[in-house]
């Protein structure tokens, strides 16, 4: 088989799964795969995806290359499709980069797929807190205020209550670990006229 040869049917199709950013292409008659991840749009209308190819060929068995790529590049695809060729030149990686890029660029502009909203509505079993009613247990919870305003202190009241398990004030409490983590954060504002 030579980079170039079509004479063989179906030499180049390839399989296409996955969506939002993870996709999995195929080439059964090549014996070769390619796992493509981190899609994202890049600057304007280009799209960066990260390239994994892999083979299942007698002569490149295993990993044949990784790396990132601006996939409406046809520059950084020649260099890749370079890189490959040096690993297994019986594959004409041009083409199978060319396929590959097309679908993933497709399918990452075309979305998510429709989701049918039904109307119903799941009932979800009531939340389990860890200090009744302020802090949802496994959920993040924020503590906004202006500055000098005791945020600093509710937290820690909380986290001193949560590791003694103690109630009190009205908040009923599961004994917890506790680890504060106080962002303050100040900004300078400068007028010029």
Known sequence: ??????????????????????YRLAWP????SCEVERVRPSTDHDVKGELNFTSE??????????????????????????????????VDWDK?????????IKASRAGSPEVQITGDIEVVTQAKWLIDP????????????????GKSWFGQYLAVLAD????????????????????????????SR
């Open 29 to 32: 008659a090549l014996q070769i």
């Open 96 to 104: 199978v980069l060319e396929q590959l890029c097309v679908s993933v």
């Open 1 to 22: 088989m030579t980079p170039n040869d079509e004479t063989l049917p179906g030499l180049y199709e390839f399989t296409m799964a996955g969506s939002d950013g993870q």
């Open 134 to 149: 302020v802090l949802q247990l496994n959920m993040p919870t924020l503590v906004y205020g202006p500055g000098a305003s």
């Open 164 to 191: 003694a398990g103690f109630s009190h004030g009205g908040l009923t409490v599961e004994p917890a670990n506790t680890m504060i983590l106080d962002f303050g954060c100040s900004t300078a504002y400068a007028a």
């Open 57 to 90: 060929r007698p002569a490149s068995a295993g990993h044949l290359r990784h790396g990132r790529i601006l996939l409406t590049s046809p520059t950084a695809k020649k260099s890749f499709a370079k890189l490959l060729e040096d690993r297994d030149s019986q």
